[in-house]
């Protein structure tokens, strides 16, 4: 199953996203769910890096693991901009996670 964590400020503003594990809805090279999972993030933060200039730190590892914190003392038009592109990453996540519960669970802290 992919497990990803959403972590917020107590403002609301995403911080922070994890992501870990597989799908195993089909095997490798057929996997929509994984497809559709690391398509929606990793499309997300090269968003946020080509149309902000913000840089996340981003921690990659094997097993799927995608780590990225993004900073928030940041100009507030940039700031806007790096939130909106993360919370259409989070609609189109619940999306996959509404059709394929089974496979991808998100939590929000």
Do not use: W
Request: aromatic share 8%; proline share 3%; net charge negative.
């Amino acid at each position: 199953m992919i497990k990803i964590t959403i972590n917020r400020t107590e403002s609301g503003q995403i911080k922070s996203f994890i992501m870990s594990g597989h799908a195993g809805f089909a095997g490798y090279g057929n996997d929509i769910v994984c497809a559709g999972a690391s398509a929606v993030s990793f499309g997300a933060v090269n968003s946020v890096i080509a149309l902000t200039g913000i840089e996340p730190v981003i921690e990659q590892r094997d097993s799927g693991f995608l780590r990225c914190e993004f900073p928030l003392d940041i100009p507030k038009e940039a700031q806007e901009k790096v939130q909106l592109l993360l919370e259409g990453m989070v609609v189109s996540l619940q999306t996959i996670e509404r059709d394929y519960g089974e496979h991808i669970k998100i939590t929000y802290k």
